[in-house]
Nanobody, 120 residues
Framework: QVQLVEFGGGLVQAGGSLRLSCAASGLTFSSYAMGWFRQAPGKEREFVARLNWSGGSTYYTDSVKGRFTISRDNAKNTMYLQMNSLKPADTAVYYC?????????????WGQGTQVTVSS
């Protein structure tokens, strides 16, 4: 059974930093593309960042470029999202996503989410 569990969410002031982690089990982690989505209250779920199986190819939505960094450690079956210079607009539930092919809204496996709240 595939499980994705997110850690590291919380409350932070604007301009601060958080590091999210996603621990994966039940899959061959190094064979999967991984990514992050987020959903703010009253809004649709949106793509944040993704990376390929090796971590050598990454992609970000424009609003987080230069502030967020996605990475992975295949030896630990864990993916990360380092979030710096956080803004109130980054407030959302953040979801870890895994897929054997590519990361989209239709990707196969999703975590339960972790809340990130940025206060002004």
């Amino acid at each position: 059974q595939v499980q994705l569990v997110e850690f590291g969410g919380g409350l932070v002031q604007a301009g601060g930093s958080l590091r999210l982690s996603c621990a994966a089990s039940g899959l061959t982690f190094s064979s999967y593309a991984m990514g992050w989505f987020r959903q703010a209250p009253g809004k649709e779920r949106e793509f944040v960042a993704r990376l390929n199986w090796s971590g050598g190819s990454t992609y970000y939505t424009d609003s987080v470029k230069g502030r967020f960094t996605i990475s992975r450690d295949n030896a630990k079956n864990t993916m990360y999202l380092q979030m710096n210079s956080l803004k109130p607009a980054d407030t959302a539930v953040y979801y870890c996503v895994a897929d054997p092919i590519r990361i989209t809204t239709l990707s196969r496996y999703w975590g339960q989410g972790t809340q990130v709240t940025v206060s002004s």
